[in-house]
């Protein structure tokens, strides 16, 4: 069992950054690939990034890359997403998940969730 809280969300500016954090329990973090989506009102939950339990294998979406850089730091237990260059297209409530392996960039991949953090760009 795992648990995930994410922090960090708020209110920004066209242009800034911003660094999520996801605080996960359990003695087996390190055994999972971790993931972020995000979900807009009125549209699917979208995949955004995942980072593999030791680091050495990370994706992003097409609306990350080149922006937004997922790390972990296992003896934390934490993941993060730090997000720069951000845009109104950005705004949406931001989740944290875990997975055991499979279609990652799928939501069907992730048996843990967070309830979210919102974030919200304006122009």
């Known amino acids: 069992q795992v648990q995930l809280v994410e922090s960090g969300g708020g209110l920004v500016q066209s242009g800034d950054s911003l660094r999520l954090s996801c605080a996960a329990s359990g003695r087996t973090f390190s055994s999972y690939f971790m993931g972020w989506f995000r979900q807009a009102p009125g549209k699917e939950r979208e995949f955004v990034a995942f980072?593999?339990?030791?680091?050495?294998?990370?994706a992003y979406g097409e609306s990350a890359k080149g922006r937004f850089t997922i790390s972990r730091d296992n003896a934390k237990n934490t993941v993060h997403l730090q997000m720069n260059g951000l845009e109104p297209e950005d705004t949406a409530v931001y989740y944290c998940?875990?997975?055991?392996?499979?279609?990652?960039?799928?939501?069907?991949?992730?048996?843990?969730w967070g309830q979210g953090t919102q974030v919200t760009v304006s122009s």
């Open positions: 980072i593999s339990g030791s680091g050495g294998n990370i």
């Open positions: 998940a875990a997975s055991s392996g499979g279609k990652l960039v799928a939501v069907s991949a992730y048996s843990y």
